[in-house]
C-alpha cells in the first residue's frame, strides 16, 4: 500500500551574481549541498526570511536587504511505499557582493562550523556527484531572472543522491 504525504516548504535563495549561497552536509556518505529552508513558526513569512537573514550573515545583515517571491515549485517524489506532494514556496535575495557569513551558522542541517560556502554556477553545471538531478535543475534555473513556476516528477531510489527526474514541466 502506497502512503500519500503532503508537505509545504519555504526555500530561500541567495544569489550574488554567478554564485549561490548553500548549506554543506554529508548525507548517506556523500557530500552534498542544499538550500535554506524557513521555518514557520507563527505564518509570518517575513519574519522568519528576516530572522534566516539575521542567523546567516549576522554582523553583514542590512535590513535593506530585498527578498523577493520567487515562485512556486510542485514537487511529487515517489519512493517505496510513498508518493510525496511536496508545495515549494521560493523566496530569492540578489546580493550585489557574495557577503561574508556567520562561519558558525547553525540549522536543522547544518551541525559543524564552516558548513556554508559561496558555489559558483559553474560548479553546479559540471557537477553530477553532489546534486541530484531535479535540485541542479532548479539550481541554474535560479541564476536566471524568472520564477520557478514548475511541476516536477521524481523517482527516489534507495540513494538519496540518486533521484531521477522523471517530469518537468514549466508552469
Do not use: C
Amino acid at each position: 500500500m502506497i502512503q500519500n504525504i503532503n508537505k509545504k516548504v519555504y526555500l530561500l535563495y541567495i544569489v550574488s551574481g554567478e554564485k549561490i549561497l548553500l548549506r554543506k552536509n554529508i548525507h548517506q556518505n556523500i557530500n552534498t549541498f542544499d538550500v535554506f529552508n524557513l521555518h514557520m513558526e507563527n505564518e509570518d513569512i517575513q519574519k522568519s526570511i528576516k530572522q534566516k537573514l539575521k542567523d546567516i550573515f549576522s554582523n553583514n545583515y542590512n535590513d535593506s536587504f530585498k527578498v523577493v517571491d520567487f515562485g512556486k515549485i510542485f514537487s511529487n517524489i515517489k519512493k517505496d511505499g510513498y508518493n510525496v506532494n511536496i508545495e515549494i514556496e521560493a523566496f530569492k535575495l540578489n546580493l550585489s557582493e557574495s557577503l561574508h557569513f556567520n562561519t558558525s551558522y547553525r540549522d536543522d542541517l547544518v551541525s559543524e562550523d564552516n558548513n556554508l560556502e559561496w558555489i559558483d554556477k559553474n560548479f553546479i553545471l559540471v557537477n553530477n556527484e553532489n546534486f541530484r538531478e531535479g535540485d541542479k535543475k532548479v539550481l541554474l534555473r535560479v541564476f536566471e531572472n524568472r520564477k520557478l513556476n514548475i511541476k516536477m516528477e521524481e523517482l527516489q531510489p534507495e540513494k538519496w543522491i540518486e533521484a531521477k527526474l522523471l517530469k518537468w514541466e514549466d508552469l
